[in-house]
């Protein structure tokens, strides 16, 4: 079992561009959740995907969009690009309400 | 917003020693508990879990206390070693949200050897 997996690991994109973060969930997972976790932080939750439905969201922009794939991988869509969005963004899946297992993450930088 | 904090922001422990983090929350709603390991430049790690249900669950060399009633959880390591040098985290998940987690700002742990 290969766990959360997400791509890429790092990435460098330039104020006002776009930017598409992957995420594949844990074998028998169906649930994927984003989080955004700046340096020294703990991880800031975005929003979740459940049977291809953004089904809740947090405090975040509608900059910040995103899908689930009938294999319950999942994207993170990020618009207009801010120098603040940088961060490591983490994705996680889970069965229903239970505990999350994260990914390693995919740290984005914003010059 | 949720607020989950943590008392100490840094703890440093002798190896061998057993190692207390905690955490207190704010939403009275929250009926699960977890603690979080995250090493530097990984994704955070479930280490174990608690509902509300429950004062205390025990894993592998960790414990987790919850009381409800002054809302605090804490994390206990038995036998600290240099493996669990690492950013602690706390999130909670109030039963309305479904499956989102608030975290904390995170304990960074040193173990000493």
């Known amino acids: 079992d290969a766990g959360v997996t997400q791509s890429p690991t790092h990435l460098i994109k330039t104020r006002g561009q776009q930017v598409t973060l992957r995420c594949s969930p844990k074998?028998?997972?169906?649930?994927v959740s984003w989080y955004q976790q700046a340096l020294g932080q703990g991880p800031q939750f975005i929003f979740q995907y459940y049977e291809e439905e953004e089904r809740q969201r947090g405090n975040f922009p509608d900059r910040f969009s995103g899908h689930q794939f009938p294999n319950y991988s999942s994207e993170l869509n990020v618009n207009a690009l801010l120098l603040g969005d940088s961060a490591l963004y983490l994705c996680?899946?889970?069965?229903?309400?239970?505990?999350?297992?994260f990914g390693q993450g995919t740290r984005l930088t914003v010059v | 917003g949720e607020s989950v904090g943590l008392h100490l922001p840094t703890l440093s422990v002798q190896e061998g020693d057993n190692s207390i983090i905690n955490c207190a929350y704010s939403n009275s709603a929250s009926d699960y508990f977890i603690w979080y390991k995250q090493e530097s430049g990984k994704g955070p790690q479930f280490i174990i879990d608690?509902?509300?249900?429950?004062d205390k669950r025990q894993g592998q060399r960790v414990t987790v206390l919850l009381n409800k009633t002054v809302k605090h959880l804490s994390l206990q390591i038995a036998a600290t070693q240099p493996g669990d040098s690492a950013v602690y985290f706390c999130a909670e998940n109030p039963q309305e949200t479904g499956n989102q987690f608030y975290f904390g700002t995170g304990t960074s742990l040193t173990v000493i050897p």
């Open positions: 996680a899946s889970s069965p229903a309400r239970s505990g999350a297992f």
């Open positions: 074998s028998g997972h169906d649930t």
């Open positions: 608690i509902r509300s249900n429950m």
